[in-house]
């Protein structure tokens, strides 16, 4: 308002009056994302031009009372309304779309570097683009470990099981190549029942293991294989003996890489705990599951942030071997901006 106050002064000269205000939106996309701006009508008063010379004194005299009195109205809006400093009208938006996909506000201050100056219109292709592009600078990370023997780690109930169906009907079925299963979850009820169903489904050979030297003994076993996979029991990120025991295991064998496997719905300050106490057994690569079941997709980039290790897969249905797909960071950053936008 004191914006509007001083270009009217300066376009109408001092006999401009304040006749009315509100707040509008722009039309259109823009519109939509951008605050609303203040719309001042004002005024000249060209009776006082029209007064007799001997009037002026006393003209100029109620003009000023006029003015001070629209000046203590505007005050006084002012210091009884939560006065902010306007922001470029969609910089400000997409910050707090970001913000609310629970994205910390270290990361979204590097996915807004070069994304407009201060104070400058910059449209919604733009920030978009820049946003992209900045995004998959974060989530790139080298992936590129090719290896025999994956073992998929992570708390329970996260899906660990059904994803390693899905990879291994992916490379037995797809790829023809020869696959062996190998879980040493004998905790859950149905764990190896459930397995045992897509191994017999597939035709892949399933072993149940139930100590480390049984673990090293089966994977040698299974050297013909193309490819060996390792189901684990889930284990609470706040329990750390029984971390240590699953670090035990692993140790009896060289793992060539290590996915945790995390649940796109766990909060994203429980998943930076998770991540952190699972540096424990170590692990290469991340899967996220269950990312139809959210629309707060934000916390995957603070995790590869915090992590510096890469998303290989995530999944986003039930069925096997179908609702999973390999994670590029273009794919994952379309994915996050796009539920942010929709949000």
């Given at each position: ?57 006393d003209?100029?005299?109620g ?23 306007p ?9 707090e779309?970001?913000?609310q ?17 201060p104070?400058?219109e ?20 080298d992936?590129s470990?090719?290896?025999k023997?994956?073992t998929?780690i ?6 660990k ?17 020869k ?6 979850d004998?905790?859950r009820?149905?764990a190896?029942?459930?397995?045992r ?5 597939m035709?892949?050979?399933?072993d ?20 060996i ?39 994203g ?19 996220f ?8 997709l934000g ?5 590869v ?5 890469p998303?290989?897969y ?7 071997p ?13 994915l996050?901006l796009g ?5």
């Amino acid at each position: 308002m004191q914006d509007a106050f001083t270009i009217i002064r300066q376009d109408l000269g001092p006999d401009a009056v304040i006749i009315s205000s509100k707040k509008v939106r722009e039309n259109g996309l823009i519109g939509l994302f951008s605050p609303k701006k203040l719309e001042v009508t004002a005024a000249v008063d060209e009776t006082r031009q029209e007064k007799p010379t001997e009037d002026v004194k006393d003209e100029h005299s109620g003009g000023l009372e006029r003015e001070v009195a629209e000046m203590k109205k505007l005050l006084n809006k002012l210091t009884n309304s939560s006065y902010q400093e306007p922001q470029p009208q969609t910089l400000g938006r997409w910050r707090e779309l970001l913000l609310q996909m629970e994205i910390s506000n270290e990361v979204v201050s590097q996915l807004f570097q070069d994304v407009g100056d201060p104070g400058q219109e910059v449209s919604q292709q733009q920030i978009y683009g820049q946003l992209t592009e900045n995004m998959i600078t974060i989530l790139e990370k080298d992936c590129s470990k090719d290896s025999k023997i994956i073992t998929f780690i992570g708390p329970t109930g996260v899906g660990k099981t059904t994803t390693m169906a899905k990879l291994a009907a992916q490379f037995s079925l797809y790829l023809n190549k020869k696959v062996a299963l190998v879980t040493i979850d004998t905790y859950r009820i149905g764990a190896v029942e459930q397995l045992r169903t897509y191994g017999e489904i597939m035709g892949i050979p399933i072993d149940v293991v139930m100590t480390p030297k049984e673990l090293k003994h089966i994977v040698d076993k299974h050297q013909d294989k193309d490819l060996i996979l390792i189901d684990t029991a889930g284990r609470p990120s706040k329990n750390s003996a029984q971390i240590r025991e699953l670090k035990g295991f692993l140790e009896q064998i060289e793992v060539g890489e290590t996915c945790l496997v995390l649940s796109s719905t766990t909060r994203g300050r429980d998943l930076l705990k998770i991540v952190e106490d699972f540096k424990i057994v170590g692990y290469d690569s991340l899967i996220f599951t269950k990312v139809d079941e959210t629309e707060i997709l934000g916390p995957i980039v603070d995790v590869v942030s915090k992590t510096d290790v890469p998303v290989r897969y995530i999944t986003n249905g039930q069925n096997v071997p179908d609702d999973i797909e390999e994670a590029t960071p273009e794919k994952l950053a379309k994915l996050i901006l796009g539920a942010a936008h929709d949000a």
